[in-house]
């Protein structure tokens, strides 16, 4: 790896950790602040194959949840968990605001985005470098209903983001939410895909 990616690709890292950090720590008093993009693959898109590993991997599915449907896949390594991705669906087009990270727990009302959450993407840090966030998201789209599919992911989240450009998810507009002590604030590009917690489709 040249000097100066490695230099760059320490700094996105420093800068996401730094950024959870910061989210994390206004939540304790009551201050949500949320940067992030909706990703989204349109039904029938099949994202891209992957070559055979040469390591000896398999897929298990768990179903977590009910209503809404929410389905584990996890990838081995031999008897070893290496990484795993939830699958939730909202065939209605009502996503919970409350679901996202730091807001868990409050009802912050939906967002307007149809299709199959994927959620979680972790790959454990010994075996990072594997092609395994890959394997996993190019399983939940080869698995899933095929109602589209989409993923929320911070602006810091570099690698996150690759992973999905790279699998021809298209990028809507930077959401910001900021939300003091219950008094809410939202980006316009945001309120476009909003649904207040009274308004049922």
Known sequence: MRYGTRIKKRLSIYFFNSNSLLEHGLAKVGVHLILFYAYTLKAGEKGRS??????????????????????????????????????SNYPNGQFPMATYPFV???NYGYLD???TYLSN?????????NGYAARLLANSISSGPNRGYFALTSFTNTP???????????????FVYVNVWGRAWMS??????????????
């Open 50 to 87: 992957l070559p055979g590993s040469k390591k000896e991997i398999s897929i298990r599915r768990e179903t977590v949840q009910s209503d809404p449907e929410m389905v584990r896949l996890s990838i081995w390594e031999g008897e070893d968990e290496a990484g795993y991705v939830y699958m």
């Open 104 to 106: 868990a727990g409050n």
């Open 113 to 115: 985005i149809e299709g």
């Open 121 to 129: 993407i972790l790959v454990n840090k010994k075996y990072r470098s």
């Open 188 to 201: 316009s590009s945001m309120k476009k895909r909003y649904r207040a917690p009274s308004v049922q489709r």
């Open 160 to 174: 996150s983001r690759r992973l999905l450009d790279s699998f021809g998810f298209q990028r809507g507009d930077l």
